[in-house]
């Protein structure tokens, strides 16, 4: 019930395309929804994050689509650039009962994304 | 803001030894630190969460002898690979969670993550 399933595995776009990365998730208490870029060689960095009041959060030419009922989220890349090409992790956390911080966030598998110039 | 420092970058070290890797927030405090492994072309792995002052929380599966882990500080907590073999080698990352109202104000708390550590072991 802890799961995070991302898909796909691997995604190669053209310069200027769109890239689409889903994810689903089992654990209706999850309440918190981030997605990280990794460059090779480095940690991670968050690039934007949702919550599940809002269903859609855009943050230049990254948005987040939410749908709460089917318990799925995607990150859309807008005119992917080869700058871009990255590995992409969704991720998902909760509160505790009666807590004010997140716990630990629960990652899906990755998606490495190839931008072509 | 919210940058977090990881020493050393990268360690080779004979097997049977001891290697201790630092996780610092540079510019806010963080009660709680994570640490991950993470193999290569994989996800990340938590291995342990570590509360400052308290013992850390360690994942199932995860010996709390082999990785030693200390919070002593509000900005500095270290992962110690105790008697390390080569199946430990791995990237090993850090990561602080910015709690509310410490750092910019922010409503909800983000984790943010140190540059990574190699380690290979001989």
């Known amino acids: 019930q802890q799961q995070v399933k991302q898909s796909p595995q691997s995604l190669i776009v053209q310069k200027g395309g769109i890239s689409i990365i889903n994810c689903a998730y089992e654990?209706?208490?999850?309440?918190?929804f981030p997605w990280y870029q990794q460059f090779p060689g480095k940690g991670p960095a968050l690039l934007i994050a949702?919550?599940?009041?809002?269903s859609e959060k855009k943050e230049g030419r990254f948005t987040i689509s939410f749908n709460k009922s089917a318990k799925q989220f995607s990150l859309h890349i807008m005119d992917s650039q080869p700058g871009d090409s990255a590995t992409y992790f969704c991720?998902?956390?909760?509160?505790?009962?009666?807590?004010?911080?997140?716990?630990?966030?629960?990652f899906g598998q990755g998606t490495i994304l190839t931008v072509h110039p | 803001g919210a940058v977090v420092s990881q020493h050393p970058s990268w360690v080779i070290c004979k097997s049977g030894t001891s290697v201790k890797i630092e996780c610092r927030s540079l510019?806010?405090?963080?009660?709680?630190m994570f640490w991950y492994r993470q193999f290569p072309k994989q996800s990340l792995m938590l291995m342990a969460t570590?509360?400052?002052?308290?013992?850390?929380?360690?994942e199932q599966g995860v010996e709390k002898d082999k990785f030693l882990i200390n919070h002593a500080s509000l900005t500095l907590s270290t992962l110690t690979v105790t008697s390390a073999h080569p199946e430990d080698s791995s990237f090993y990352i850090c990561?602080?969670?910015?709690?509310?109202?410490?750092?910019?104000?922010?409503?909800?708390?983000?984790?943010?993550f140190g540059p990574g550590t190699r380690l290979t072991v001989l």
């Open positions: 570590s509360n400052e002052g308290s013992k850390a929380t360690y």
């Open positions: 990561s602080a969670r910015v709690e509310p109202g410490l750092a910019g104000g922010r409503s909800y708390n983000e984790q943010f």
């Open positions: 654990n209706t208490a999850f309440d918190y």
């Open positions: 510019d806010f405090q963080a009660t709680t």
């Open positions: 949702i919550r599940p009041d809002v």
């Open positions: 991720a998902a956390a909760r509160r505790p009962a009666g807590g004010t911080s997140y716990g630990k966030l629960t």
